[in-house]
């Protein structure tokens, strides 16, 4: 496929920052910035701070570039945005500033979440979540999401319209459309038999409000070159999690992004048919040299032609035996029927016998290591799908404490889950990190997550647009729903 098709062009400094997507993207999430007195009465119930000037003081602060963590920091919100950022002392806080001690804590960049879902799965159940999921994502730290791929399109639509208009909280919505596959796909995805038809569903739902695409596992090379050239003629994004094509094909093909890494790769099957997802690629897999050329190749490849890589071992992890810990927290979170769901499957592959994301796990940890070390665009997101067991937002977290596992540094991790994430939506000159002109979507941990990982999940408050919001109260609005609503 000719690479004109690639559109908007892409810088090497920031890839994701084209004509088109400053109106959608970056438009939206400026011109629907809000202050506390914008807010409906059921929004403002989790208001924690709402002051027009907002001064943390004494407060670590990890900015997300990737720069180590400062000791004795304030950070100054005005007029929703980061006015100023330095050492104590050095910043001017005005008189009428609400002062908050940060002593003790940690000052971190919202997260942006590039694959979260609204919807959720165990084995035996799929719900729209359109009470829970904005309202756990939030609680989590999360002050934007793209959903890629929707269960529900058109309740996605009208949660971010509610959202913007500050009838309910939640973060900011990036809509991917319907999930773009091939025959034999789940009833709730959209399935083409040509490219003709992917043309014509990305041109409908383009219309309708998705800014991104996904294609999903039996999707042909042609329908899904047809779908890529029809989202980049309307200055649109197009992701995959693939099976049928190649990540080397995808990349041919002009895709901007890859959903999972190493897991959902066949290109390694030495058997793979043209336009075919081997049902048996997983244990091809597991003989993988990940630091082999062939490897080294596919990275390579991506980086190359500027593909970028969502990580998401939060839900991966959920089919290793014994993992992840169990958390009070989730199960609590958890309708009851959801709850037994997922542990009875959690028991069941405890009990397996031939465990294989016991072995493609450090695997695809490694990948994702190798990929961002060689220049990539590493970003993650939670998935709240699988048999259960990744929340939304609280599956955020534990991606910190799985990248950290990885060899990430805690400065990288945070750059993955909230810089790198605002480039690939391209709102990074306005989202993303700690830095005086941004908005201020800040996310305040009682404790230190750079030496003890599990206090990530210490959240405090969580401001976006300046407007501080109780964690606590939001968490402890869905408790027992999550599965339901």
């Known amino acids: 496929m000719n690479k004109s098709v690639r559109a908007p062009q892409r810088s090497r400094t920031n890839p994701w920052i084209g004509a088109v997507a400053a109106v959608v993207g970056l438009g939206a999430s400026a011109a629907y910035a809000q202050s506390a007195a914008e807010l409906g009465s059921q929004a403002r119930a989790f208001v924690r701070y709402d002051d027009p000037v907002i001064a943390i003081t004494g407060v670590q602060v990890v900015d997300g570039t990737g720069a180590p963590p400062r000791a004795g920091q304030t950070v100054l919100i005005e007029e929703r945005r980061i006015a100023a950022v330095g050492a104590d002392g050095e910043v001017e806080i005005p008189a009428d500033a609400r002062r908050v001690d940060g002593s003790g804590h940690t000052l971190i960049p919202g997260f942006v979440g590039v694959h979260n879902h609204t919807f ?77 038809d992917a043309r014509r569903v990305v041109a409908y739902w383009a219309e309708e409000g998705a800014t991104w695409f996904k294609a999903y596992t039996r999707i042909s090379r042609a329908e899904l070159a047809a779908a890529v050239e029809e989202a980049h003629r309307l200055g649109l994004r197009f992701t995959g999690h693939l099976c049928s094509v ?10 901007d992004a890859l959903e999972h890494g190493f897991f959902t790769n066949t290109e390694y099957h030495a058997s793979k048919q ?19 050329e062939d490897v080294e190749s596919t990275i390579s490849h991506m980086v190359d032609n500027d593909v970028a890589l969502t990580s998401t071992l939060a839900v991966y992890e959920l089919s290793v035996p014994g993992r992840p810990p169990l958390e009070d927290r989730n199960l609590e979170a958890l309708a009851p029927g959801a709850r037994d769901e997922y542990l009875a499957r959690r028991e069941e592959i405890a009990r397996a016998q031939d465990a294989v994301f016991l072995d493609l796990f450090p695997k695809a940890q490694r990948f994702e290591y190798k990929f961002f070390h060689a220049g990539g665009l590493l970003a993650a997101g939670v998935d709240p799908t699988g048999n259960g067991g990744a929340l939304p937002g609280f599956g955020d977290q534990r991606n910190y404490e799985l990248l950290l596992e990885a060899e990430f540094t805690p400065s990288e991790a945070l750059q993955i889950m909230s810089l790198n994430g605002a480039r690939m ?37 969580v401001f976006k ?21």
Do not use: W
């Open 465 to 485: 647009d300046g407007v501080g919001y109780d964690s606590e109260k939001l968490i402890a609005a869905v408790r027992g729903l999550v599965g339901l609503e």
């Open 425 to 461: 939506l391209g709102v990074d000159d306005e989202l993303g990190s700690i830095e005086t002109g941004k908005l201020a979507d800040l996310v305040l941990i009682d404790g230190d997550p750079v030496s003890d990982p599990f206090q990530i999940r210490n959240v405090v408050a």
């Open 274 to 292: 043209p336009d075919e997802c081997p049902p048996d690629f997983r244990s091809t897999l597991r003989e993988i040299n990940v630091d082999s």
């Open 246 to 255: 190649t990540f080397r094909e995808a990349v041919d093909l002009g895709i």
């Open 120 to 196: 959720y799965t165990t084995a035996a159940r799929h719900s729209q979540m359109n009470t829970t999921s904005p309202r756990l994502y939030l609680a989590a730290g999360v002050t934007t999401i793209r959903t890629t791929g929707s269960y529900s399109p058109y309740s996605e639509i009208n949660m971010r319209r509610a959202i913007e208009a500050g009838e309910i909280v939640g973060p900011r919505m990036h809509i991917t459309g319907p999930y773009i596959s091939g025959a034999g796909a789940s009833t709730y995805m959209t399935q083409v038999s040509s490219p003709e």
